[in-house]
């Protein structure tokens, strides 16, 4: 059972059998009828409704080459099915190397997700976290977590109370926390998280990573992203936002079970490469009008870096700063460093590689 904490006499969040973050009301607006359960059932119907109309443009069959570039196996070509075949499919081809490895590709040398249908003919190129420029791979890696803490804290509290999901801030790995901002209910503007409200949060997010769940991406009209997300007021001004920087008003989704959430990507392939995962802190920052923006932040390795106990409290201790001028600091240096070069990144790989020590941890 999922850890009961107590707010004003009260529980704060619902206990759900088997560890899992209960439902809850995502409208900001009182007037919705929705319960929780009809309100995911409602965005995802609006979103398999989409999917469906896309996929049903490419009536029959049409084939594209795709030709590998980089290090390895170069000149290998596929011939795919346009608007169907992924980056992964065109790693199965290849070897279960590619296939677990692989945690973005370079389509034309645009980043793209690996379960994100190719569109025509292209070059093709696949990208690890052990490259010598992984800096993709960092950030998707990052905007993945994010995503993923998004849907921890949605989800966690009690029915009665409003969880309004802002944004999350593209934040530079070398930062050393992942961030969301949240407006809780009013209600709750004078709580701040005990650890153990943390570890429940920290569980539920174990409990994504466990059951292995692909991320998928889909392109669409600004009214479709509109439609799914109408009752909550952040997400609706984000949308426009998105909208008014390209002529066609497309808007990027992606989702992860029935969780879906407006964010440009690309994103890791599936939530399992994610390993040690902690949410780590809450801070408060300025109001929203009459709302109090909560910065969740948190950590995480994946599965293919391994980080020691010491290092890791080390790494935890740094992501509860909170994430604001450091962030702005930041933003100027390069993100292509590898995540294990990364000053909070510190660890030790599963071959027993030595680890790097730096200044000021």
Request: charged share 25%; hydrophobic share 40%.
């Given at each position: 059972?999922?850890?009961?904490?107590?707010?004003?006499?009260?529980?704060?969040?619902?206990?759900?059998?088997?560890?899992?973050?209960?439902?809850?009301?995502?409208?900001?607006?009182?007037?919705?009828?929705?319960?929780?359960?009809?309100?995911?059932?409602?965005?995802?119907?609006?979103?398999?409704?989409?999917?469906?109309?896309?996929?049903?443009?490419?009536?029959?069959?049409?084939?594209?080459?795709?030709?590998?570039?980089?290090?390895?196996?170069?000149?290998?070509?596929?011939?795919?099915?346009?608007?169907?075949?992924t980056p992964y499919s065109c790693a199965m081809h290849l070897s279960e190397w590619y296939c677990k490895k692989s945690i973005l590709a370079l389509v034309d040398g645009?980043?793209?997700?690996?379960?994100?249908?190719?569109?025509?003919?292209?070059?093709?190129?696949?990208?690890?976290?052990?490259?010598?420029?992984?800096?993709?791979?960092?950030?998707?890696?990052?905007?993945?977590?994010?995503?993923?803490?998004?849907?921890?804290?949605?989800?966690?509290?009690k029915d009665e109370y409003l969880v309004s999901l802002v944004r999350a801030p593209e934040v530079p790995v070398i930062a050393g926390a992942f961030c969301y901002d949240?407006?809780?209910?009013?209600?709750?503007?004078?709580?701040?998280?005990?650890?153990?409200?943390?570890?429940?949060?920290?569980?539920?997010?174990?409990?994504?990573?466990?059951?292995?769940?692909?991320?998928?991406?889909?392109?669409?009209?600004?009214?479709?992203?509109?439609?799914?997300?109408?009752?909550?007021?952040?997400?609706?001004?984000?949308?426009?936002?998105?909208?008014?920087?390209?002529?066609?008003?497309?808007?990027?989704?992606?989702?992860?079970?029935?969780?879906?959430?407006?964010?440009?990507?690309?994103?890791?392939?599936?939530?399992?490469?994610?390993?040690?995962?902690?949410?780590?802190?809450?801070?408060?920052?300025?109001?929203?009008?009459?709302?109090?923006?909560?910065?969740?932040?948190?950590?995480?390795?994946?599965?293919?870096?391994?980080?020691?106990?010491?290092?890791?409290?080390?790494?935890?201790?740094?992501?509860?700063?909170?994430?604001?001028?450091?962030?702005?600091?930041?933003?100027?240096?390069?993100?292509?460093?590898?995540?294990?070069?990364?000053?909070?990144?510190?660890?030790?790989?599963?071959?027993?590689?030595?680890?790097?020590?730096?200044?000021?941890?």
């Open positions: 059972m999922a850890v009961a904490v107590g707010f004003c006499g009260s529980r704060l969040w619902r206990a759900v059998p088997g560890g899992g973050a209960g439902w809850r009301r995502i409208a900001t607006s009182t007037a919705s009828q929705l319960s929780p359960a009809a309100l995911i059932e409602m965005q995802n119907d609006v979103f398999n409704r989409e999917k469906g109309r896309q996929s049903s443009l490419t009536p029959r069959t049409e084939k594209i080459e795709v030709r590998l570039v980089g290090r390895t196996d170069p000149g290998t070509t596929f011939v795919m099915n346009k608007n169907v075949s645009q980043p793209w997700d690996m379960y994100k249908p190719l569109t025509k003919s292209c070059e093709i190129q696949f990208l690890t976290f052990k490259d010598r420029d992984p800096g993709e791979v960092n950030k998707a890696y990052w905007r993945s977590c994010a995503m993923m803490m998004g849907c921890v804290i949605e989800r966690a509290f949240v407006v809780l209910d009013k209600r709750l503007d004078e709580w701040m998280p005990t650890r153990e409200n943390l570890r429940s949060f920290t569980k539920d997010a174990n409990t994504l990573i466990y059951k292995d769940l692909p991320f998928e991406t889909l392109e669409v009209d600004a009214k479709v992203a509109l439609e799914i997300f109408q009752y909550n007021r952040y997400k609706v001004d984000l949308i426009e936002e998105k909208a008014s920087q390209n002529p066609e008003r497309i808007v990027k989704l992606h989702r992860f079970g029935d969780f879906i959430d407006v964010t440009e990507g690309p994103l890791i392939p599936r939530t399992s490469i994610c390993s040690q995962f902690e949410v780590s802190a809450v801070h408060n920052l300025q109001a929203t009008g009459s709302s109090l923006v909560r910065r969740f932040q948190g950590l995480s390795l994946p599965v293919h870096l391994r980080a020691h106990f010491t290092i890791w409290t080390k790494l935890l201790e740094r992501s509860r700063k909170l994430e604001i001028d450091r962030i702005q600091a930041m933003k100027a240096l390069p993100t292509n460093e590898p995540i294990m070069k990364c000053p909070h990144l510190l660890y030790r790989d599963s071959s027993g590689e030595s680890v790097t020590q730096w200044p000021g941890l």
